[in-house]
């Protein structure tokens, strides 16, 4: 594993058991996140980019499962750690942002306590006056007043809150930091706002972060480099730029199109055809098939591999590779 | 790096709601500003915690408000709320010197005093065994005193009076009612004590007497005791088993919590009180075991509740952000699930006591449970309800006693839950 990948996850697939039979929320992917890099993950309501973010993390409890593949994080595979080992890597290692700010801190425990007993977990040894000294200085750093660390959390704004919850991923300085929507409660001030204060903390911490959104302009802005997710599968990634500039997969291609620019004209927005499959039962082939405008026979029959179509960015299509000469017969 | 400065944001005092208000002030205030928020009152709390803090207070220390020992036999049966009993007692001129019985005494050899009794009522008697009891104590004294009283008998009160008017005798014994009825007549005398000493107006009961002579009041003061305890001890152990399974069956799940639910619910299918009988019954009589049976009664209604708040609180988002932290399970349990649910347990225990009050009393009317030696609410219904006809107070009491107590602790548990969750009441 080169030494500028933090995390490498290999072939990972997340199972839910429902009763209609096995779901697989996450089928076989593979993602490689760099040292210091903002990682945006995009794609639609549903297409298993927040159950990917908590199998990384190793979250899933109930029906959920991390069923196979691979978590190579910082040379050590996650994935063969015992549950009882995990929660030393939780919050130490990899940071967790959720959702909803307003729901995500203990209604019952202050501010001040949820930073002390993150560092008490991990460092049980440190004095109470010591976790104290440095939850202050960690809280002023993200535009906090230290003496508002005594307050419960619902005496706090929303964007005060998320800036909690990245204050505990960051309290033991955490290598990862998974943001999963984290600004789709807030309005777009104080979102701007946050997404500034993302970026500033991975310049000054040097923080790697993993920006779990449906909002394609939010990525834009922040990301270093992007992973377009689509029905459990990862369809396409690569720098921002690239992506941006020159979009490989049909799915892609079609999601920026969606997007409403004001530098164009005011022509109508371009609309995808379809809906997301049901991944109780994923077509044949590949996914996007039924939606592509591009679809080609072998798309029905087989699935693409994953691979690079330019230096630095990959997608699962067949318009850039060639299809195997077997599948050519049968198509024949 | 910039940091962003917050500025706390102004927000002036009639837009402030209530809500944000009450969330930053303690309990005491809460109360007393719940009835400006939400109508909630205050007295209703005050008034109920009052009376649990007193009736507390009684069964701590009933010796300091209870006239007599519960069991002790101190007056005559069935003697009705403040009525006296009926005594016999002395009645001299107003100038004599005599007040009691012992004042009759006189040296060996002087003549004996004579004392006027009336025929067929038991005062003479009960003059004889007095006099020879207070002559075994004056004979062995310095000074040699006797009281061996001369016992005149006449036909009637009036002739008894009449006796010592004509000077035939120096005092005279009668009934205290029958003096009552005919003391107008006869002016120039006057009421002594009585044979035994104090005066006829003494030995009345507030709450008069039951079948065998003891006061209602003292028993009911100490059968707080038992009602109390009973009421505490049993919510307590159905407390501490009921949360504790609750938690961990709603945090673990599974296999564990089918079968606990499986059993929790069975016992909260069978009519309460049914169950209570039983349990008793195969136990034997003791508190102990009463408490047992009750205690078991009320733990599926602890283990309902925290289950069910456990399997919600459980999918906050902040049980997932403690584990994204690298909380532990028992932690997450500790700190995240245990605070959040126990405020319901706390409205329940207020009620849960009132109810096991009502079943400890309802088992021992039933003449299950305790021992019928022990002052108890329940053993005295169950006593007075044979008398019901002719002595009303023996069930009245009790009964009202039972009242009481339930309706304080219902309605501090009610006025509680008001306090803490005002929103309860706007649906």
Redo the contacts between chains.
Sequence with gaps: MPDDILYSIRNLTVEYQTRAGVVKAVDDISLDIRRGEILGLVGESGCGKSTLGKALMRLHTGPARNSGGQLLFDGRDLMKLSEEEMPDIRGAEIGMVFQDPMTSLNPVQRIIDHLTETIHTHEPGTSDAAARTRAEELVEKLGIRHERLDEYPHQMSGGMRQRVMISLALALRAKLVIADEPTTSLDVIVEAKFLDLLKELQKEFGLTILLITHNIGVVAEVADRVAVMYAAKMVEVGDVRDVFANPKHPYTQGLLKSVPNIQLDGSELYKMEGAPPNLLHPPKGCRFNPRCPQVMDICRIQEPAFEAVERDQLALCWLYQNAPASAEVHNG | ??????QP?EISAEAESWEDEL??VGLVRRIFQARRWYGADWWFVMISTLMVVGFVVIALFPNWFAPYAPDALVGPRFLAPNEHPDLPIIIVPKDSPFNTLKDLAVPEGQPRPQVAVVQGVPTGSALNEQAQVIDEQVKNEPGGLRLRPQIDRYASDEEALQAILDGKDEAAVIQSTEWKTISTHFPTLREAQSITGGTANAGGFILGTNDIGQDVLSRLLWGTRIAILIGFSSSIVALLLGVPLGLFAGFVGGAFDRLVSLVMDSLYAFPGLILAIAITAVLGPSIFNVIVAIAVLYIPTYYRIVRGQTLSVKE???V?????????RM?ILQ??IF??VIPSVAIIFSVNIADAILTGAGLSFLGLGLPPTIADWGIDLARGQRFIQTAWWMITFPGLAILLVVLAFSMMGEGLTEIFNPKLRER
Aim: hydrophobic share 30%; no cysteine.
């Design positions: 790096m910039t940091a962003i400065q917050e944001p969330q930053k906050e988002v902040y997932e952000a403690a584990r994204s932290i690298g909380a532990r932690e700190k995240y605070p959040n």
